[in-house]
């Protein structure tokens, strides 16, 4: 199937289906019972199983002038000490590649230089600490903000190119009435998943299977046998049940290739599981960046000039950089614009996706500086956006597939009591408490990539799905199964879906919101090609008839599925392709946050006290996982406005908080009242289930809608985030307001 074309009439559309209800995860019960069995979970795999412990760097940039393992090789229960002296050949870096222990330079501190394999997890642990490397060492950078000025125009990610421009943006703003020019900074941040990264390598023979924690299967199976020099039809992959990843395990980490090696080399299994100060070195995080935001507009509020510079850093050799100026491409109008990208490089651990890539934290600068526009104008800030709300691609001058934000921030103004809200800062209290309303607009591209899958019908009346697409903690299983269960008519319990295993038809996995959209039209497909191969045995037309409850009928008459296939079953492939579909069109999800917040009179601390997401996402799938997804992702964005910041240690390149103690993220008490509404949509160019990308929506703008709360309450600006209790002490303090604060007599709560 090819999206080239928009998509019509669909077996899912007609009314009465299992698509759009909020069906319970089918994964569910063997969660709660313990029976879904993760990466590090899997017994008798191929023999006795030994353990490995990673040996990390504990410089940040050098090179090791000696590496002494003796005292760890002769420790109790040790069958090897691999490091870069006897590691086994492995293909060159490259992007498809993930070599380990390639040689003595070190690039990050907490780099892996040896591994240690033994009998028992703790023997390896234990001998890891005997390892004795010597360093040459040499100064490391650090910080972003002195290496900007060295940073460079990266190379187009994902096609995506790094800038942008139209029209005259200075000329522009320089002519404007109102102008806003100011310049936030968001901290690094770790995906600080449930699971963390884990491998089983087992070989038998030439051939390799690995367990393991992976996103995505299919650039996985590229990643492993590239790196090991193997045919990939002599590697397999699984991970059936993935306990979160939020991007970290989109690539092949150290865990996954150094045990294929020491399996290799030793003959039988090897488990590799990081510890979770590992797991902050070892593995990847969303970067730090600094953007500048420069809006100007008319004294109505129409903006004729946009301008969104971000910097952000990599470690050496990487190219990988923050999209944080691409929502502004397309979110709102003006005939003059400018976005860039630069990257700088530091000498600090490898930096890659996190949930929402771009959009999540070129939101919390983008819609933070609409407030401020919209303060600049004494103008609302939903009337500003409204005004400047595009008719087609702002930048690509191409039609938008559909585009419902508007009525998003509209239908969240009336649910939330936005009409109360006092535009004054610091005019209302709740005791003790300074309270105030904030909102942000939300969008989020909807990609969709190549992908395949198979449906099997039994004898007995029951379809299996099989595809190499993941379940993360999505609802992917539910998902799947209910877009074969309304095309083939089926009940959802006479539907089992099978993940995880590159055994299957490959998909492109859990990431980028594209994975029920690419997976799902896959499945579609191979139905369709199903009901045609149904309704030939039944010498009736497929294009009229209906399937429903196990039969197929046209014409007045009715066959059973289960008597069509027979005894030995039928099967049906599928793919999907995206074409050229998203150059036609311009594709995205939106949505709109509001968010009330107190905010301490004496200490400063800030307190989330009601949120809400309106969103509009094609058609949606399953009502309970999408608003599972929402609010998962605007309690995301409540970590990134309020807690969240991977602290470095400048002097030595490393990360201070490598912890889940230490790393802070909300916790229940942090997250009161929060509530997402999905509208109604359909998009027929998205996908043949006319369904967008959800899972990354709900963290767009979600932390501006807090900052923006923040100042409503305070009337303090904070442009650093997260923003914590001392920055708004601070900023009362520059203010000179703290005596103000205190004798002002309280003002009634709204409403």
């Known amino acids: 199937m090819n999206m080239n074309n928009p998509v019509g009439q669909t077996p899912l559309d007609q009314a009465g289906g299992v698509i759009g209800k909020p069906l319970d995860r089918v994964d569910g019960p063997l969660k709660v019972a313990g029976a879904a069995t993760y990466a590090a979970e899997y017994k008798d795999v191929g023999g006795k199983t030994s353990y490995g412990f990673l040996v990390q760097a504990t410089i940040a940039t050098g090179r090791m002038s000696a590496i002494d393992t003796t005292a760890a090789e002769k420790a109790p229960g040790v069958l090897l000490v691999m490091t870069h002296q006897n590691v086994p050949a492995q293909g060159p870096k490259t992007s498809t590649s ?61 096609g995506s190119k790094p800038d942008s421009a139209l029209g005259d943006f200075a000329g522009a703003f320089g002519e404007a009435a109102v102008t806003v020019d100011v310049t936030y900074t968001t901290p690094p941040q770790a995906h600080a998943m ?46 059936r049940y993935v306990g979160g990843g939020f991007g970290a395990k989109l690539q092949v980490q150290s865990d996954a290739i150094l045990a294929a090696l020491a399996a290799k080399m030793l003959d039988r299994p090897v488990k590799l599981v990081l510890t979770r100060p590992q797991v902050f070195h070892v593995t990847t995080h969303r970067t730090d960046t600094i953007q500048r935001l420069r809006l100007g507009a008319k004294a109505d509020g129409t903006m004729v000039a946009i301008g969104h510079e971000s910097w952000s850093n990599n470690t050496p050799g990487e190219g990988f950089y923050e999209t944080a100026a691409n929502a502004t491409r397309s979110i709102y109008a003006a005939p003059n614009r400018m976005t860039a990208h630069r990257l700088a490089t530091l000498d600090l651990p490898v930096s890659a996706s996190m949930r929402a890539p771009g959009e999540a934290v070129g939101l919390l600068a983008l819609e933070c500086a609409m407030d401020e526009l919209a303060v600049a104008l004494k103008m609302d800030p939903i009337a500003l956006r409204i005004i400047n709300e595009p008719t087609e691609d702002p930048e690509k001058k191409i039609p938008f597939s559909s585009r419902s934000l508007v009525p998003c921030m509209q239908k969240g103004a009336d649910l939330f009591g936005w009409s109360k809200r006092n535009v004054t800062p610091a005019s209302v209290r709740d005791g003790h408490w300074l309270v105030g309303m904030g909102m942000s607009a939300a969008i989020r591209g909807n ?68 994975g029920a959209n690419s997976a799902g039209a896959a499945v579609y497909d191979a139905c369709e090609t199903m009901r045609n191969l149904l309704a030939q045995r039944a010498k009736l037309d497929a294009s009229t008839a209906v399937f429903s409850g196990g039969t197929i009928q046209a014409g007045g008459q009715s066959q059973t599925l289960a008597d069509l296939v027979g005894p030995t079953g039928l099967v049906a492939d599928g793919a999907a392709d995206p ?76 990360f201070m908080n490598n912890n889940l103690a230490e790393y802070h993220v909300p916790v229940h008490a942090d997250i009161p009242q929060i509530e997402a509404v999905f509208l109604p949509e359909l998009d027929d160019k998205s996908s043949p289930m006319k369904s967008k990308g959800i899972g990354e929506l709900g963290i767009c703008g979600a932390g501006a809608a807090i900052a923006n709360a923040v100042f409503n309450a305070t009337g303090i600006r904070i442009r650093d985030y997260p923003l914590t209790l001392d920055k708004v002490l601070a900023g009362w303090d520059a203010d000179d307001k703290v005596q103000q604060r205190s004798s002002t007599s309280p003002a009634l709560m709204p409403g």
């Open 98 to 158: 993930a070599p380990q222990l390639a040689s003595d330079k070190i690039l990050f501190f907490g780099q892996p230089i040896a591994l240690v394999v033994a009998e028992t997890f703790e023997q390896a642990r234990a001998a890891a600490f005997m390892v004795k490397p010597t360093y040459d060492a040499k100064p490391g950078t650090f910080d972003l903000a002195a290496g900007r000025s060295d940073a460079v125009v990266p190379k187009p990610n994902n």
């Open 194 to 239: 449930m699971e963390p990264h884990a491998t089983i390598a087992v070989w038998n023979g030439d051939q390799l299977t690995l367990y393991t924690a992976n996103q995505m299967l299919s650039r996985g199976l590229e990643t492993v046998s590239s790196t090991l020099n193997m045919s990939k039809d002599k590697v397999r992959l699984l991970s």
């Open 447 to 514: 990609p969709m990539l190549p992908a395949k899958a198979r449906v099997l019908l039994d004898h007995d009346g029951v379809a299996t799905v099989q595809t190499s697409m993941t379940d993360i903690g999505t609802g992917s299983y539910t998902i799947l199964g209910q877009i074969a269960a309304d095309m083939l008519g089926l009940p959802i319990d006479k539907v089992r879906v099978e993940l995880g295993d590159t055994a299957f038809p490959a998909a492109p996995g859990s990431g980028g919101s594209f």
């Open 579 to 654: 074409g050229d579909s998203r150059k036609k069109y311009s594709q995205d999800s939106y949505g709109a946050h509001f968010a009330e917040v107190g905010v301490d009179m004496d200490t400063g601390e800030i307190r989330l006290r009601r949120m809400l997401g309106v969103f509009t996402a094609g058609r949606i799938l399953n009502a309970k996982t999408a608003r599972s997804q929402a609010i998962g992702g605007m309690t995301f964005g409540v970590g990134a406005a309020l807690v969240e910041d991977l602290v470095i240690d400048k002097r030595y390149g490393t």
